[in-house]
């Protein structure tokens, strides 16, 4: 059971280059989640989606665009990066209970530069 | 906005000893409270959740208390040990689908 499983786990882009981040979890999850992480900041939620073909905005979605063709997948592209995009990013998957959100099962993270 | 404070400083102690750390929010009144673990390079990892209806939660040495009037949630770690050195973070839900979380506070647990 690998859980929520992130791919590239390292990436270094040059100003203007595009590139998709990969997600994808084997918990039949229906909501999915991206989240970049900066120092001093926290955890900021860029788009999430609540079931397979919906995504919506979060609180940081300019310059990101994403993706949820499958239930088990949710993509996220940068269509041209700036070095304000450097940062960890992480996804995440959630089930659902009682019309409540429960815990979080995050991915190990990617490391995106942007030179 | 709403936002979620933690101690920005990092918060030393002696193995054995009870950790405490702090997560105050302004602005919302959540339906829930997360606590989260995370290790360098890894993602967080889910340790608690607390309703607004409890007072406190426990799990094994972890107790986690949820204020709703001071807007204030304390995690404990009691007889810390060296292994529980991490950055703990604070989420709660804003209704809908959406958690946000604190910027987390670093723990170190001195042997």
């Known amino acids: 059971n690998a859980g929520v499983t992130q791919t590239p786990k390292f990436r270094v882009l040059k100003t203007g280059q595009s590139m998709t981040l990969l997600c994808a979890q084997d918990?039949?999850?229906?909501?999915m989640y991206w989240y970049r992480q900066d120092p001093g900041m926290g955890l900021r939620l860029i788009h999430y989606s609540v079931g397979e073909g919906t995504t919506a905005k979060g609180e940081v979605p300019d310059g990101y665009n994403v993706s949820r063709l499958k239930k088990q997948n949710f993509l996220l592209g940068l269509e041209s990066a700036a070095p304000s995009q450097t940062s960890v990013y992480f996804c995440a998957s959630s089930t659902r209970q009682f019309a409540t959100n429960e815990k979080l099962f995050f991915g190990s993270g990617t490391q995106l530069s942007v030179l | 906005s709403q936002k979620i404070e933690q101690n920005s400083e990092a918060l030393n102690i002696q193995e054995g000893k009870t950790a405490t750390l702090t997560c105050n929010y302004t602005?919302?009144?959540?339906?829930?409270l997360q606590w989260y673990r995370q290790d360098p390079g890894r993602g967080p990892v889910f340790l608690l959740l607390?309703?607004?209806?409890?007072k406190e939660k426990r799990k094994e040495r972890l107790k986690v208390t949820f204020d709703t009037t001071l807007k204030q949630s304390l995690f404990h770690i009691t007889a810390s040990q060296p292994a529980d050195s991490a950055t703990y973070l604070c989420?709660?839900?804003?209704?809908?689908?959406?958690?946000?979380f604190g910027a987390g506070t670093r723990l170190f647990v001195k042997a």
């Open positions: 989420a709660l839900d804003t209704g809908g689908f959406k958690t946000i």
């Open positions: 602005n919302y009144s959540p339906a829930y």
């Open positions: 918990m039949n999850h229906e909501y």
């Open positions: 607390i309703r607004e209806n409890e």
